[in-house]
């Protein structure tokens, strides 16, 4: 008798270390403006969503990236928000068929552990995500962990964790 197929290992998430505390980190994750910070120029992402934005669950929130010079509209909703430990976005509308992004936040050695995990489906499959999507999600995050580090004058750490990125069925 066959035996069912097992499910993919879950993708490992890209893991940061800052050297400050979470109630310091947290924050400016909850600014949603702060995006820009976090986003490569090559997307000139702009969020549209008027400030003040107060951050909490069921949020809707509008941005616009160009991507590959094509202008696209995004709206994310905030699906779960437990400040100063989690929250979760997901694609309402926008460049994927499906984007769900977990941000984790733990106290971990004096400092924060921040835990992007992603997982989301494209247009076009398992060949159109080998050959651009899943680069540009990893260049991506690859980008955000830099600009963290920059922005809170971190040094890379050893905790640091290169993501893998994981495509939906």
Not at 90 to 96: K, L, V
Not at 97 to 123: A, C, K, P, Q
């Amino acid at each position: 008798m066959d035996q069912p197929a097992l499910p993919p290992d879950p993708p490992r998430p890209r893991r940061s270390w800052l050297p400050r505390p979470v109630d310091e980190v947290f924050p400016f994750f909850a600014d949603a403006h702060n995006l820009n910070v976090l986003t490569p120029a090559f997307l000139h992402f702009e969020v549209l969503t008027p400030k003040p934005i107060h951050m909490r669950e069921g949020l809707l929130l509008d941005y616009r990236i160009r991507l590959r010079g094509i202008p696209i509209k995004w709206r994310t909703r905030i699906r779960s928000w437990e400040p100063g430990r989690r929250f979760i976005d997901e694609q309402i509308s926008g460049p994927y068929l499906e984007w769900v992004h977990t941000h984790d936040f733990h106290d971990v050695d004096g400092g924060t552990d921040v835990i992007d995990s992603v997982r989301y489906r494209v247009l076009g499959g398992a060949l159109v995500n080998a050959l651009i999507v899943e680069r540009d999600v990893r260049s991506i995050f690859d980008f955000r962990a830099q600009a963290l580090r920059r922005h809170f004058d971190a040094p890379p750490s050893p905790r640091d964790q290169p993501p893998t990125v994981r495509r939906l069925s």
